[in-house]
């Protein structure tokens, strides 16, 4: 019996690397339209954004959602980060107004 093989093979063309590190989109319906979302994995949050739910940031290295308009109403500018918590209960709190801002 032969050892198994960790590493990938250099003709592997299974999985692409960009799309695995962005993550799975998918569209979400609800009261306040519909939403295309993707999960951003530990190894994909590589920079820190400020939640518009709590207004505190997401650091480096901390999963979470990243939401925008699923009708094309905007572009890239649109993209918000949220903490997972946050996005799940955005809907039972009001926004957090930003001080002195």
């Keep these: 019996m032969s050892p198994r093989r960790n590493s990938r093979r250099r003709d592997d063309k299974g999985l692409d690397e960009n799309r695995a ?3 799975v989109e998918f569209v979400h319906a609800d ?4 939403w295309s979302v993707r999960h951003v994995s530990v190894d994909a949050a590589v920079k820190i954004y400020r939640c518009p739910g709590c207004d505190q940031e997401i650091r480096v290295g901390v999963p979470h959602v990243v939401a ?11 993209r918000r980060h949220w903490h997972t918590g946050c996005w799940q209960a955005r809907g039972r709190r009001n926004p ?3 001080i002195g801002r």
Aim: hydrophobic fraction near 15%.
């Design 21 to 23: 590190r962005g993550g």
């Design 68 to 78: 925008w308009p699923a009708d094309g109403r905007g572009d890239a500018s649109d």
């Design 96 to 98: 957090t107004r930003r």
């Design 31 to 34: 009261s306040d339209g519909e």
